[in-house]
């Protein structure tokens, strides 16, 4: 088995901040044949490299906008106010893992994080840019666009050709980091995955969670994030 660290947000609700997490990212991990593992802001922080010690793998999850002046920008008036603990505790983990070697898969946000982390920017507000029709209202389990993967990339392998996939942002990745690659793109050219040649990071703008029980290469992008996770820890 393989211990999969997922970082989870925080909402206020009924007078306190309450952490939360999607049911369906433990979910589509165990599906997988992972050990779920949910990791607050403070935890990643305060625990810093230990939390090497007891994740094989980390999954960052979706949520809200990261703080602009990370990426060099000043905020755009779409612009959700920011979680900077969250923010810098996900920075942080993304390094420490890609240091450690630990697999990483980037869902949304996590996407985004991945990118600002290692040097990249995002697209503040696709509206305003010009790009409509990926924040759907349709039900999560909905597919209403598709995403073409590049040829050669790992992505590519586990789709298997163009997919359906929800959307469910109005941020995406802007220029991406010199160590990443684009993975794949909707069809009006918004980038939707990125990953890094040679190393286990892959990061994707849609929601495989949400789909995973119903659509087999939804399901293998959490069967590669714990089988990669195992390997380095048999």
């Known amino acids: ?3 999969i660290g997922i970082t989870i947000g925080k909402a206020f609700w009924e007078e306190r901040w309450r952490y939360f997490c999607p049911q ?8 997988a044949g992972g050990w779920p593992l949910l990791l607050p802001a403070e935890t990643v922080l305060a625990a810093g490299e230990e939390l090497l010690t007891r994740c094989d793998g980390f ?12 990426f060099g920008q000043e905020p755009h008036p779409a612009s959700d106010p920011p979680d900077e603990v969250r923010d810098r505790a996900e920075i942080a983990l993304v ?3 890609l240091t450690a070697g630990r697999p990483l898969l ?17 697209i503040q507000d696709l509206p305003s840019a010009g790009y409509h029709g990926h924040a ?42 010199p160590s990443l690659v684009v993975a794949a793109r909707a069809p009006d050219g918004v980038i939707e995955a990125l990953e890094m040649p040679g190393r286990p990071v892959l990061g994707v703008q849609w929601h495989p969670e949400n789909y995973a029980h119903l659509a087999p290469e939804a399901a293998r992008l959490f069967g ?3 089988e990669a996770a195992r390997r380095r820890n048999p």
Do not use: K
């Open 106 to 122: 980037c869902v949304c946000r996590g996407l985004q994080v991945l990118n600002v982390a290692l040097g990249g920017d995002l």
């Open 224 to 226: 590669w994030l714990v």
């Open 1 to 3: 088995m393989a211990w």
């Open 136 to 177: 759907q209202v349709g039900p999560r389990e909905e597919r209403t666009h598709q995403v073409i993967p590049e040829d050669g990339t790992f992505l590519a392998t586990l789709l298997q050709g163009p997919a359906p996939v929800n959307s469910f942002h109005h941020q995406a990745v802007g220029r991406p980091a």
């Open 95 to 97: 390094r420490m893992a």
């Open 24 to 31: 369906d990212y433990p979910r589509a991990v165990a599906a």
């Open 59 to 70: 999954l960052l999850s979706g949520g809200g906008d990261l703080a602009p002046y990370l």
